[in-house]
């Protein structure tokens, strides 16, 4: 068998093992082994296609994957609206139950229920707001 095959056969294994894995490595492996494989297609002698792999190999990996993963690592979405109040601090302006209450968030007024059912949490409280349900925030006591 050609060393060419070979090579090519070495490129699709290490190009569909990335599909699996995504990390940018395996992929630029094989393709340092697809353009080895063209130059077994030229007659290189092994040793010679051995070094052009492990340079073109050595040059992907430190020069073309930090760029690629720069580009595959997107910062996260800005959080807007009442999905912004998720985790922020609040203060109870009128006792809160599992049924009811009032909080001031940011200068605003909220309706707010207790995120455990059975706590009260008293006025003056400060507590966090794990989740908002329509107009309600649902506050857990600040420890």
Known sequence: ????????????VLGVAEIFTLTASLGLLGAAALLTAATAA??????????FFAASSAAGLLVLRPIAMRHMKQPPLPRFGVEALVGKPAYVISEVTGHDGRVRIGGEEWSARAYDESLVIPTGATVDIIEIEGATALVYPRE
């Open 42 to 51: 030229l007659g290189l002698p092994v040793p010679l296609q051995l070094m």
């Open 1 to 12: 068998m050609d060393e060419w095959i070979i090579w090519v056969i070495l490129a699709v």
